[in-house]
């Protein structure tokens, strides 16, 4: 079943009823759906689907491509000379009538001289554009495709109609794959995939989401157990030393100078590891809210990442030696909420920024708020901070993924906090909450003081 992606096929569907040359470029992290979305919005159109294979050579690719557009299965179909002459076969059948012609892993045919970009473009500036095609190429490797194919000096730059980035699914969506679960589990499901449709569909409907987590995580013969080495390996030359970075962000070691003393990589050369991982968006860098650069910290956005390097090592003996069962109380369960705490903002965020109806500002910002009170010299931290686009006024946001109710402290730790930023203008304050809130927190519920529990988020 396909799940999700509405907005994204509805965009398809636009261009593909244009009837004129439509040119999409589809790109984004492995396993995110970008074969399933095309496959999705192909199904009951006329389509030759064809998929590059990594490390084939140029013939092995023509005589591939040369098989979908015979549409056969057997070995007796005609062979292409060239693949000038294939693209030509592609845009006779175009000429009077819609076909979508895909390019699934682009990158993978793309040789260093750029010869397969250039022989594109062209075909496109002299055949496809006077034709009834709809192109779309796609490809994971996303730097790849921002620079080589996206690139202001590259042959495709200025011909495409469609740009479309496909991002994992936020935390509404993710939890549709599940919609039995509790909101707590739904949580926890998407603190764990990250949205990511190939992981979610790992997970089994018959199983609770404790056995599911046994299953794919903690079990060294299932997909998710390995998905993250051989990510790595796929990407990087030295995938030893940018695990230990990745370990020691996702275990609360967010400062260069502390993941270089936790890795025992030279500060000169960890640079090198961090800005790669940040161009793979396994990790991110972020400074607070109007806040100075050298203030910046680091931490893994990839939730998957996130999730099997703050428990998989710890519990790596018990894996391996089968034991999993008897650990995974004590060793990952017991530390869930604490896990969660991080993962929660973001689920908080992404409901103000994207679900939340009627919020009291127009949005410019979000991000979150740490730093210093000039006052008590108090180290402050704000999980959420969203700044106006027309005026001072701010949205100021706490969130506790814990088992007891929030109280009326939380209040007015807030408002110093909110002091300690130095905000001018009104402020509009929203607390999350796994486990509700106290009477007293109740009674201050008013159009500045909005209460959520994580229930009513995912309602």
Same mark, same amino acid.
């Given at each position: 079943?396909?799940?999700?992606?509405?907005?994204?096929? &509805?965009?398809?569907?636009?261009?593909?009823?244009?009837?004129?040359?439509?040119?999409?470029?589809?790109?984004?992290?492995?396993?995110?759906?970008?074969?399933?979305?095309?496959?999705?919005?192909?199904?009951?159109?006329?389509?030759?689907?064809?998929?590059?294979?990594?490390?084939?050579?140029?013939?092995?690719?023509?005589?591939?491509?040369?098989?979908?557009?015979?549409?056969?299965?057997?070995?007796?179909?005609?062979?292409?000379?060239?693949?000038?002459? &294939?693209?030509?076969?592609?845009?006779?059948?175009?000429?009077? /009538?819609? %076909?979508?012609?895909?390019?699934?892993?682009?990158?993978?045919?793309?040789?260093?001289?750029?010869?397969?970009?250039?022989?594109?473009?062209?075909?496109?500036?002299?055949?496809?554009?006077?034709?009834?095609?709809?192109?779309?190429?796609?490809?994971?490797?996303?730097?790849?495709?921002?620079?080589?194919?996206?690139?202001?000096?590259?042959?495709?730059?200025?011909?495409?109609?469609?740009?479309?980035?496909?991002?994992?699914?936020?935390?509404?969506?993710?939890?549709?794959?599940?919609?039995?679960?509790?909101?707590?589990?739904?949580?926890?499901?998407?603190?764990?995939?990250?949205?990511?449709?190939?992981?979610?569909?790992?997970?089994?409907?018959?199983?609770?989401?404790?056995?599911?987590?046994?299953?794919?995580?903690?079990?060294?013969?299932?997909?998710?157990?390995?998905?993250?080495?051989?990510?790595?390996?796929?990407?990087?030359?030295?995938?030893?030393?940018?695990?230990?970075?990745?370990?020691?962000?996702?275990?609360?070691? $967010?400062?260069?100078?502390?993941?270089?003393?936790?890795?025992?990589?030279?500060?000169?050369?960890?640079?090198?590891?961090?800005?790669?991982?940040?161009?793979?968006?396994?990790?991110?860098?972020?400074?607070?809210?109007?806040?100075?650069?050298?203030?910046?910290?680091?931490?893994?956005s990839d939730l998957y990442f996130r999730f099997w390097f703050f428990f998989v090592p710890r519990t790596y003996s018990s894996i391996l030696s089968g034991r999993i069962q008897g650990a995974f109380h004590v060793a990952i369960w017991r530390l869930m909420n604490d896990y969660m705490g991080p993962v929660f903002e973001i689920i908080c965020r992404e409901y103000l920024e994207y679900r &939340?109806?009627?919020?009291?500002?127009?949005?410019?910002?979000?991000?979150?708020?740490?730093?210093?009170?000039?006052?008590?010299?108090?180290?402050?931290?704000?999980?959420?901070?969203? $700044?106006?686009?027309?005026?001072?006024?701010?949205?100021?946001?706490?969130?506790?993924?814990?088992?007891?109710?929030?109280?009326?402290?939380?209040?007015?730790?807030?408002?110093?906090?909110?002091?300690?930023?130095? $905000?001018? /203008?009104?402020?509009?304050?929203?607390?999350?909450?796994?486990? /509700?809130?106290?009477?007293?927190?109740?009674?201050?519920?008013?159009?500045?003081?909005? %209460?959520?529990?994580?229930?009513?988020?995912?309602?």
């Amino acid at each position: 079943m396909f799940i999700a992606r509405e907005n994204e096929l &509805a965009t398809l569907e636009e261009k593909h009823v244009s009837g004129g040359f439509e040119f999409a470029i589809i790109y984004g992290r492995r396993r995110v759906g970008k074969t399933r979305l095309i496959e999705e919005f192909t199904k009951d159109k006329d389509c030759i689907f064809f998929s590059a294979m990594k490390d084939e050579s140029r013939q092995q690719s023509l005589y591939q491509l040369s098989k979908c557009i015979a549409g056969v299965d057997d070995d007796d179909f005609p062979v292409f000379h060239s693949f000038q002459s &294939a693209f030509h076969e592609i845009a006779i059948r175009a000429k009077d /009538g819609r %076909l979508v012609f895909v390019i699934d892993e682009f990158p993978y045919l793309e040789d260093d001289d750029g010869y397969f970009s250039s022989l594109l473009q062209n075909t496109i500036d002299r055949e496809f554009k006077h034709t009834k095609l709809f192109l779309i190429i796609s490809g994971s490797s996303v730097s790849f495709m921002e620079d080589e194919v996206l690139g202001y000096e590259n042959p495709f730059y200025g011909r495409s109609t469609l740009i479309m980035k496909l991002q994992p699914l936020d935390y509404y969506d993710t939890a549709r794959f599940f919609p039995g679960y509790t909101a707590y589990e739904k949580a926890v499901l998407y603190g764990v995939t990250g949205g990511i449709p190939f992981y979610l569909e790992q997970f089994s409907p018959g199983l609770d989401l404790k056995e599911n987590l046994k299953r794919n995580f903690f079990n060294s013969s299932c997909v998710l157990f390995n998905e993250s080495d051989n990510l790595l390996k796929e990407e990087l030359r030295e995938p030893a030393n940018y695990k230990a970075v990745i370990s020691a962000i996702a275990n609360g070691k $967010t400062k260069y100078s502390e993941i270089a003393d936790a890795t025992g990589i030279k500060s000169g050369v960890l640079s090198k590891y961090l800005n790669k991982l940040i161009e793979l968006r396994i990790i991110s860098k972020k400074k607070p809210i109007g806040g100075e650069e050298k203030k910046s910290i680091y931490y893994v956005s990839d939730l998957y990442f996130r999730f099997w390097f703050f428990f998989v090592p710890r519990t790596y003996s018990s894996i391996l030696s089968g034991r999993i069962q008897g650990a995974f109380h004590v060793a990952i369960w017991r530390l869930m909420n604490d896990y969660m705490g991080p993962v929660f903002e973001i689920i908080c965020r992404e409901y103000l920024e994207y679900r &939340a109806l009627g919020l009291p500002i127009l949005p410019r910002e979000a991000g979150s708020w740490w730093g210093g009170a000039p006052r008590t010299r108090k180290e402050c931290e704000i999980d959420i901070v969203i $700044t106006s686009a027309v005026d001072d006024d701010v949205i100021i946001g706490s969130c506790k993924f814990k088992n007891t109710a929030v109280g009326i402290d939380e209040l007015q730790l807030m408002e110093e906090y909110a002091d300690a930023m130095g $905000t001018r /203008g009104r402020r509009y304050y929203y607390f999350f909450s796994l486990s /509700g809130f106290t009477d007293g927190m109740k009674s201050k519920a008013s159009d500045t003081v909005h %209460l959520l529990t994580c229930d009513s988020i995912y309602q």
